[in-house]
């Protein structure tokens, strides 16, 4: 078993809610600030196993709500059941086209937060709701699902880069092998 | 379609975020605590590569215009000296006159404030908060008032050991009792207005006559027992008659700039 992209989704997690936290991004500018780990969540449901669809969720939900105001641990179901049907239906994705990236980013950077503030909302909390809230969901996914391709490409960068290149079998067969000429 | 190791992986999680939600107050911000550890590395790599943006900014900043800034920064000291110099009169005055009518010092706040800097800024959208690098081991605690130059900026919500959240004006949990400085001097209270714009808060529950102006400003009141009279909020933008002219709400373009936080002092007990 292969752990490599395992511990890379991890570690993009951990720097993606730390580099939302710690860069201030749109938010100065448009009030909006944008949120990656759907985005991410996406690239693992597409190239993983759903152990580490499952790992991301419950990592990447803690390290965004530890960064937060949010109560601990509200941010995991809206994650994992994003990344549970991209998981379950992505033999009918075709989930190397950047176009279908983008269009999967755009969703899951829409519904994810939507679905965290239907949780707060359920759970009694009273988070910062109201008309701007649709330009700022509008915002987040856009720009999610723009940067989604790129996220992928870099994680399936880094999977090549730090796994073993898998051994290709050479169409060479010494037992079909032709000779020529006279001996 | 969801197959049966779909459903086992659905119901671990779902397990472990309802252990998680429900875990009692204490231990959740000890294990938040220990989670943050994760970042620690991070805070250490942004701290270095501000650190090396900063040093570089330095060495591309002409001397011309250095010694030029030097010399305005001196003009404005010696301006400041000449005010600090009236207003320790007027606080003598201001003494006596107390001491005539038996009224109680006001607390100064020389030597209260402590410096902090914002660390990191809230990522959901839907809070404002902002942690500063200040924490139990400075003798920060819960409540205590969050201040710029320019105004209120919040209060103290949470502690650990070396930071702290701080709750920003306009966030739904941070709620401050201000007035209004017209000639009726009217009390509200400060509380949210929307996710967007982040400089707006609502002074909700003015008197129904109260004659409110765009441009008047709004201070804290001093009610309440956390914020201390006086502290400047911002301006009121425009104001209206609510819930059939039960009260009036005015909406306060807030004095701090809460998007670009970096330094802030909090006043000390």
Same mark, same amino acid.
């Given at each position: 078993?292969?752990?490599?992209?395992?511990?890379?989704?991890?570690?993009?997690?951990?720097?993606?809610?730390? &580099?939302?936290?710690?860069?201030?991004?749109?938010?100065?500018?448009?009030?909006? #600030? +944008?949120?990656?780990?759907?985005?991410?969540?996406?690239? &693992?449901?597409? #190239?993983?196993?759903? %152990?580490?669809?499952?790992?991301?969720?419950?990592?990447?939900?803690?390290?965004?709500?530890?960064?937060? &105001?949010?109560?601990?641990?509200?941010?995991?179901?809206?994650?994992? +059941?994003?990344?549970?049907?991209?998981?379950?239906?992505?033999?009918?994705?075709?989930?190397?086209?950047?176009?279908?990236?983008?269009?999967?980013?755009?969703?899951?950077?829409?519904?994810?937060?939507?679905?965290?503030?239907?949780?707060?909302?359920?759970?009694?909390? %009273?988070?910062? +709701?109201?008309?701007?809230?649709?330009? #700022?969901?509008?915002?987040? %996914?856009? +720009?999610?699902?723009?940067?989604?391709?790129?996220?992928?490409?870099?994680?399936?960068?880094? #999977?090549?880069?730090?796994?073993?290149?898998?051994?290709?079998?050479?169409?060479?067969?010494?037992?079909?092998?032709?000779?020529?000429?006279?001996? | 379609?969801?197959?049966? =190791?779909?459903?086992?992986?659905?119901?671990?999680?779902?397990?472990?975020?309802?252990? @998680?939600?429900?875990?009692?107050?204490?231990?959740?911000?000890? /294990?938040?605590?220990?989670?943050?550890?994760?970042?620690?590395?991070?805070?250490?790599?942004?701290?270095?590569?501000?650190?090396?943006?900063?040093?570089?900014?330095?060495?591309?900043?002409?001397?011309? !215009?250095?010694?030029?800034?030097?010399?305005?920064?001196?003009?404005?000291?010696?301006?400041?000296?000449?005010?600090?110099?009236?207003?320790? !009169?007027?606080?003598? !005055?201001?003494?006596? $006159?107390?001491?005539?009518?038996?009224?109680?010092?006001?607390?100064?706040?020389? *030597?209260?404030?402590? /410096?902090?800097?914002?660390?990191?800024?809230? =990522?959901?959208?839907?809070?404002?908060?902002?942690?500063?690098?200040?924490?139990?081991?400075?003798?920060?605690?819960?409540?205590?008032?969050?201040?710029?130059?320019?105004? $209120? @900026?919040?209060?103290?919500?949470?502690?650990?050991?070396?930071?702290?959240?701080?709750?920003?004006?306009?966030?739904?949990?941070?709620?401050?009792?201000?007035?209004? !400085?017209?000639?009726?001097?009217?009390?509200?209270?400060? *509380?949210?207005?929307?996710?967007? =714009?982040?400089?707006?808060?609502?002074?909700?529950?003015? =008197?129904?006559?109260?004659?409110?102006?765009?441009?008047?400003?709004?201070?804290?009141?001093?009610?309440?027992?956390?914020?201390?009279?006086?502290?400047?909020? *911002?301006?009121? $933008?425009?104001?209206?008659? @609510?819930?059939?002219?039960?009260?009036?709400?005015?909406?306060?373009?807030?004095?701090?700039?809460?998007?670009?936080?970096?330094?802030?002092?909090?006043?000390?007990?």
């Amino acid at each position: 078993m292969n752990v490599i992209p395992t511990l890379l989704i991890l570690l993009m997690a951990l720097v993606v809610a730390f &580099a939302q936290a710690w860069w201030g991004g749109l938010r100065g500018w448009i009030g909006v #600030q +944008v949120d990656l780990l759907p985005a991410l969540m996406v690239c &693992a449901a597409l #190239q993983t196993r759903l %152990a580490t669809v499952a790992l991301l969720a419950v990592f990447g939900g803690l390290g965004f709500d530890a960064l937060s &105001a949010n109560p601990w641990g509200i941010s995991i179901l809206p994650l994992f +059941v994003v990344g549970l049907g991209l998981y379950a239906w992505r033999g009918l994705i075709l989930r190397r086209q950047a176009f279908a990236q983008f269009l999967l980013g755009l969703a899951a950077c829409g519904v994810v937060p939507l679905l965290t503030l239907l949780l707060l909302l359920t759970a009694g909390y %009273a988070p910062l +709701v109201g008309w701007g809230t649709i330009w #700022q969901l509008a915002v987040m %996914a856009l +720009v999610g699902g723009s940067l989604t391709p790129p996220l992928c490409r870099f994680f399936e960068a880094g #999977q090549l880069a730090l796994s073993y290149r898998r051994h290709t079998q050479s169409s060479f067969r010494p037992d079909r092998d032709i000779r020529r000429g006279r001996r | 379609m969801l197959k049966r =190791p779909h459903y086992v992986a659905l119901i671990i999680v779902t397990l472990i975020a309802l252990v @998680v939600l429900n875990l009692p107050g204490g231990a959740v911000a000890r /294990l938040r605590f220990a989670f943050n550890g994760f970042f620690l590395p991070l805070f250490g790599f942004a701290a270095t590569s501000q650190n090396l943006a900063g040093q570089a900014g330095d060495l591309l900043v002409p001397r011309r !215009e250095l010694i030029r800034e030097n010399q305005q920064l001196r003009r404005d000291n010696q301006q400041l000296q000449l005010v600090a110099t009236q207003a320790v !009169e007027i606080a003598r !005055e201001n003494a006596r $006159l107390r001491q005539f009518l038996g009224w109680r010092e006001q607390a100064p706040w020389k *030597g209260r404030l402590k /410096l902090g800097q914002v660390i990191l800024r809230e =990522p959901a959208n839907w809070w404002r908060t902002v942690q500063i690098d200040l924490g139990s081991r400075d003798g920060l605690r819960t409540n205590l008032p969050v201040l710029t130059v320019e105004g $209120l @900026v919040g209060r103290v919500s949470a502690v650990s050991f070396d930071r702290a959240q701080v709750v920003l004006l306009g966030d739904p949990n941070c709620r401050v009792a201000a007035l209004v !400085e017209n000639a009726t001097r009217d009390n509200g209270v400060l *509380g949210p207005s929307g996710p967007v =714009p982040g400089d707006v808060a609502v002074l909700s529950y003015l =008197p129904p006559g109260a004659v409110v102006k765009p441009g008047q400003k709004v201070v804290t009141s001093g009610l309440g027992g956390i914020f201390p009279k006086g502290i400047p909020i *911002g301006q009121v $933008l425009d104001s209206q008659s @609510v819930e059939f002219g039960l009260y009036v709400e005015a909406r306060v373009k807030l004095a701090a700039n809460l998007n670009g936080l970096e330094e802030i002092w909090v006043l000390m007990p």
